[in-house]
C-alpha cells in the first residue's frame, strides 16, 4: 500500500515511525507499511462462495457450496497460531467472508488473541444486526468494494441493486460506531468514475478509500486489455493526490491510498521533488521504511481450503497447506527456494527492474502480473508507468 495522505499530504513523518521503534507489535494500524520486522499481515480467505458475478473477482467465486474450506476448528488453529506468531492484522476476506456463518466467532478469537481484525467485503450483507454484533466484538474496520456510480457498479458486480445494498452495509457500519472504507478496482470502464468515489467519502462522510491497480488474477486475467496504458496511470494517480490535497485543504482529511503497484510511490516523490523538495526527503526515508512489495514478506494469504500463498492475488503457487503444517512454519520455511528469493526478491528481478534506481522503495512492484503477462516470475512488471529517464537507465 502506498498511502497518498500519508506521504503527499504529510500525514506520517519518519519520526512516528521510529518513536515505535519501527516494530509491527508496537506501531498504530496506520502505520504497519512501515515495520522494520515485517512480520506479516495475512488475508485469509475464509470462503469461496460470494453471492455477486464480479468481472475481476481473483478468486473466481460463484454462488455455490465448497466443499473444501477450513471448518471453524481449522479456522481456530490458524488463528491462534497467527497471533503466536506476532502478525498484527488478519484479513477476513472471499468470496463474501459474510457467507460463513462462524464469521463472528472468528473474528472474536482474533480479537481476543490480540490481533487487529478486518473484513474485505461486497458489504451487500451486512445488516443492522450483523453490524452491531461486528462493534460489540471489536472489529477494527470494514473495507466495502465500490466500483463507480450505480449503473457501473452493479455491472461489475453482475448483480442489479448491488450498489444500494453495498452503500445500506456502509451505513449500518456507521451506525453501530464501525470505522468503514471504500475498496476500488480501477480499470478503463471505471477509472473515469474515481470523482464519484471522492464525492461519496464527502457525502457519506467515509473516512478512508483504497485505490486498487488491477491484478491480472482469477476471473481478472481475462481483463489485461482493460488495464489502464501507463498514460492513463499516470493521470490517475495524478488526480488522486489532487482530491486528496483538496480535502487536507479544506480541513476534511481522508485517508487515501493506492494499492498493488509500487511504482505509485517513487512517482510521488517525484512530484513532490518539483513541489516541496524538504518534503520529498522525508517521504523518501518512507518509502524506504516501507520497502515495497511485500508478497511473501509482509503480507501472506490463506486460501479457504488451507493452503499458503504469497499473497491473495499470485494462487498458482503454494508454499504448503495449514492442514498439514502451521502457517508459522510454512512462512519461515526458507529450503523452499521461492521462498526463500521472496524474502530477498530485490535480488533475483530482471530488466529494467534489476537496474532501477528505485529497486530499494519500490521492491520490484508485483510478482503475480509479471508472471501472469510473461510467465516469468522475475520479469519486469508491466504495469511499472515510469519512464526510462525516472528509473535512472541511461
Not at 495475512?42 to 474450506?69: F, G, I, M, P
Not at 478503463?188 to 464527502?202: A, C, Q, R, V
Not at 494499492?259 to 522525508?282: C, F, M, Q, S
Request: glycine share 8%.
Amino acid at each position: 500500500m502506498i498511502g497518498i495522505s500519508k506521504l503527499y499530504c504529510g500525514g506520517a513523518e519518519p519520526s512516528d515511525v521510529l518513536r515505535y521503534e519501527a516494530e509491527s507489535e508496537k506501531l498504530p494500524s496506520h502505520l504497519l507499511q512501515f515495520s522494520k520486522d515485517k512480520r506479516p499481515v495475512v488475508v485469509w480467505n475464509v470462503t469461496r462462495r460470494c453471492n455477486l458475478k464480479c468481472a475481476h473477482c481473483y478468486s473466481n467465486s460463484q454462488n455455490v457450496q465448497y466443499s473444501d474450506e477450513l471448518d471453524t476448528e481449522e479456522g481456530k488453529g490458524l488463528i491462534s497460531d497467527l497471533a503466536s506468531f506476532g502478525c498484527p492484522v488478519i484479513l477476513f476476506s472471499g468470496g463474501e467472508p459474510l457467507m460463513r456463518k462462524d464469521l463472528h466467532e472468528l473474528i472474536q478469537l482474533a480479537v481476543d488473541k490480540g490481533m487487529r481484525a478486518v473484513i474485505s467485503t461486497n458489504g451487500t450483507l451486512i445488516t443492522k444486526e450483523k453490524a452491531q454484533i461486528f462493534s460489540k466484538i471489536g472489529l477494527s474496520y470494514v473495507g466495502v468494494s465500490i466500483d463507480g456510480t450505480r449503473e457501473t457498479h452493479d455491472r461489475f458486480r453482475g448483480v442489479s441493486g448491488a450498489y444500494d445494498a453495498s452503500l445500506r452495509g456502509i451505513r449500518n457500519c456507521q451506525e453501530a460506531g464501525i470505522k468503514v472504507g471504500l475498496r476500488f478496482t480501477m480499470t478503463k470502464g471505471n477509472y473515469s468514475e474515481i470523482p464519484h468515489i471522492f464525492d461519496l467519502l464527502e457525502e457519506k462522510d467515509i473516512p478512508r478509500a483504497c485505490f486498487y491497480h488491477l491484478v491480472y488474477s482469477g476471473r481478472g486475467s481475462t481483463l489485461v486489455d482493460e488495464d489502464l496504458s501507463h498514460t492513463e496511470t499516470r493521470d490517475v494517480i495524478n488526480m488522486i493526490m489532487d482530491k486528496t490535497r483538496e480535502f487536507f485543504e479544506k480541513g476534511q482529511p481522508k485517508e487515501i491510498l493506492t494499492v498493488d503497484n509500487h511504482a505509485d510511490g517513487p512517482y510521488i516523490y517525484l512530484r513532490l521533488l518539483r513541489e516541496d523538495p524538504t518534503r520529498a526527503e522525508k517521504v523518501l526515508e518512507l518509502l524506504k521504511m516501507n520497502g515495497g512489495n511485500n508478497s511473501g514478506r509482509g503480507i501472506g494469504c490463506v486460501s479457504w481450503d488451507g493452503e499458503v500463498y504469497a499473497d491473495q492475488f499470485w494462487r498458482n503457487i503454494s508454499f504448503g497447506n495449514i492442514r498439514k503444517r502451521p502457517f508459522s512454519k510454512i512462512w519461515l520455511d526458507t529450503s523452499n527456494e521461492l521462498m526463500a528469493q521472496l524474502k530477498d526478491k530485490k535480488s533475483h528481478v530482471k530488466g529494467r527492474c534489476a537496474t532501477c534506481r528505485w529497486l530499494d522503495v519500490c521492491g520490484g512492484n508485483f510478482r503475480a502480473r509479471a508472471e501472469s503477462v510473461s510467465g516469468d516470475i522475475w520479469a519486469p512488471d508491466p504495469a511499472c508507468y515510469l519512464t526510462d529517464e525516472e528509473t535512472g537507465k541511461r
